[in-house]
């Protein structure tokens, strides 16, 4: 990994797992006119790497890992207004989205759906650990243009074939993106979806085409 002497405080803070000095680092950052996605990109999702980086090479453990997430999510309660703020009158379409089954990630899926409702999507969250029938009802109930599937582990991607397969044998409509760390492009692909977002900007230009809108178009103009 980089060298941590060359990282920003708040990307410390998160390797300190002090969520208050993350929080406080945060809006000293926003209030200096920070961009949000430089604080993700240059500080918070490195952290978050880093944190990873460790947990593999066995010198942090479970209750670590957990408290940099915590520590983590503590800053994205600041975030998240200004990364779901959208100035739009209707909604674009509607996503429902989860990490699959046996799978307890959600700092990323918390990230697409917020640039989501950021772009002018209505999302229906459905969590953690979310199996194949509570996907297909939620598309019954929710009726989405959408589901978007995230996954973090390499035990858990697996599952997205099965519930992309029970998706569409309930809605030949439905369109399903995937995404999450071990998800790729040729995974999407043998899995049967229709899209693949490699972060969350990209899930928000996948889903703009899925409903036929395209990633150039200016914010606003669909509203
Ligand atoms: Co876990 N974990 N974890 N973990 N964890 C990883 C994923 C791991 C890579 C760490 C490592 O070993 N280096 C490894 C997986 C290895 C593998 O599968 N090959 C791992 C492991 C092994 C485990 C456990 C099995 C550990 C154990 O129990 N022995 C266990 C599993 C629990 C379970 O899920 N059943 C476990 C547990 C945990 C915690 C609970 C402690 C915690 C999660 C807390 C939480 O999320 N609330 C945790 C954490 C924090 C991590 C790491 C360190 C960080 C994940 C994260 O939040 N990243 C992670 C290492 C890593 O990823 N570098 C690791 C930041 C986040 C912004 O990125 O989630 O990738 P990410 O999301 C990105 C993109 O992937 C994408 O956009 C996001 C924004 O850019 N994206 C999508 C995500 N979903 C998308 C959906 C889309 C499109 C894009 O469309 C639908």
Redesign the pocket.
Known sequence: MGDPANHSPLYHAVLDYNGDLVKDLIEEALENGVDVQQI??KS??PA??????????GSI???E??M???A??QGLKILRPILVRSDRKSFLGRVV?G?VQ???????????SM?LEGAGFDVVDLG??VNSDTFVQAVARHNPDI???????????GSMKGIIRKLKTASSEIR????????NADFATSVEAD?????????VI??RQLIGIPATEPPGKAA
């Not at 046996?102 to 697409?112: A, C, E, P, S």
């Not at 589901?147 to 858990?156: D, E, G, I, N």
């Not at 899209?195 to 899930?203: L, T, Y």
């Open positions: 993700l990109s918070l999702i978050m790497d880093e944190v990873g980086f460790r947990f593999a090479s453990f479970l209750p890992m957990l940099a997430a915590n983590m999510k989205i990490t046996g799978d307890l990630h959600d700092i990323g899926k918390n990230l697409v640039a953690v650990d589901v978007a599937l995230s996954a973090l582990l390499t035990t858990t991607m399903v993106i995937v995404g999450g760390a071990p998800v899209g693949f977002g490699a972060d969350a900007r990209d899930a996948i889903a």
